[in-house]
């Protein structure tokens, strides 16, 4: 890596690039390029442990990062008018290094680290591949017939994401949406014949992914409000609460920090809600509804 860094960081600079070299440079690139995919499968072949992975792959992931960050400068920095040559020679440059940080996410995602910020032209590609999935997911959502406060709610945070052009965007909320999109494609898809379960699917997956946004907490809340409301008796009330607060244990959750890694999870806090209003409603008429009847 450290040939990589000093063809980059000097030879590459746009006061020293002269076009006469640059089918030279685009060789050393191609074969740096090699010599990394050399050694991201070695590292996956490796039998080291998951802490020496995680370092050398990290590693890799900072160099990247700001190897592809210098070559954005460069190419920004370029006159309006510049040699289209040249201009075209960094958006290849930064291309090779797309490609590996592809083969990264594939071959070692668990070992990269969610904190570090996307190059800036790295972003620019993975939002215009997610801007794809996210009409899909838009389309099925219609065909599927899903509550359209549901799927506005779910992709609301994606859109965010993509319109973002200030700040910097990271690994970790890449690597989130990007799975809960799969995850939300391939079960619309799979429940296309069968259109009237996609609804608790799709809250079953948002509970897998810790979909922790305070405007689907709200959203649950007025939804279980609501059916609530449709029993007289507490003691069905407490019933279809118990039977939640069970169901809701019993869902898989992904280790993942979640959407919003300040706030806690959306499971916790169901349960909470679910907990205090079944004990208002037991203090409401304990004689209607002994303890006995309910051991949760």
Not at 56 to 63: F, S
Request: charged share 25%.
């Amino acid at each position: 890596m450290d040939t990589l860094n000093q063809l980059i960081s000097v030879r590459l600079r746009p006061e020293w690039l002269v076009n006469n070299r640059l089918r030279i440079y685009r060789e050393q690139l191609r074969e740096e390029k090699i010599e990394l995919t050399r050694q991201l499968l070695d590292i996956f072949r490796s039998p080291a442990g998951r802490r020496e992975k995680e370092a050398i792959v990290q590693t890799m992931q900072l160099n990247i990062i700001q190897w592809l960050d210098r070559l954005h400068v460069y190419r920004k920095a370029l006159p309006e008018m510049a040699d289209r040559e040249r201009a075209l020679f960094y958006l290849e440059a930064e291309g090779l290094l797309h490609d590996v940080l592809v083969a990264l996410e594939q071959h070692v995602q668990a070992y990269l680290s969610p904190h570090l910020p996307l190059p800036f032209s790295y972003a620019t590609r993975v939002k215009r591949q997610l801007q794809v999935r996210l009409h899909e997911l838009e389309l099925l959502f219609r065909a599927l017939e899903l509550d359209e406060r549901l799927g506005e709610l779910v992709l609301r945070p994606v859109r965010a994401f993509l319109l973002s052009l200030d700040g910097r965007q990271y690994f970790g909320s890449l690597f989130y949406f990007r799975d809960l999109m799969t995850q939300l494609q391939i079960t619309g898809i799979l429940q296309l014949a069968h259109p009237a379960e996609f609804q608790l699917q799709v809250h079953a997956i948002l509970i897998h992914f810790n979909f922790n946004a305070v405007e689907y907490y709200i959203y649950c809340i007025s939804r279980l409000e609501a059916l609530l409301t449709g029993h007289s008796f507490p003691r069905d009330k407490i019933k279809l609460l118990t039977w939640y607060i069970i169901t809701l244990r019993r869902l898989p959750l992904k280790k993942t920090p979640g959407l919003l890694p300040s706030m806690p999870p959306i499971v916790e806090q169901l349960q909470e809600w679910m907990l205090e209003e079944r004990i208002f409603l037991r203090n409401a008429d304990p004689k209607n509804v002994p303890y006995e009847t309910s051991p949760f």
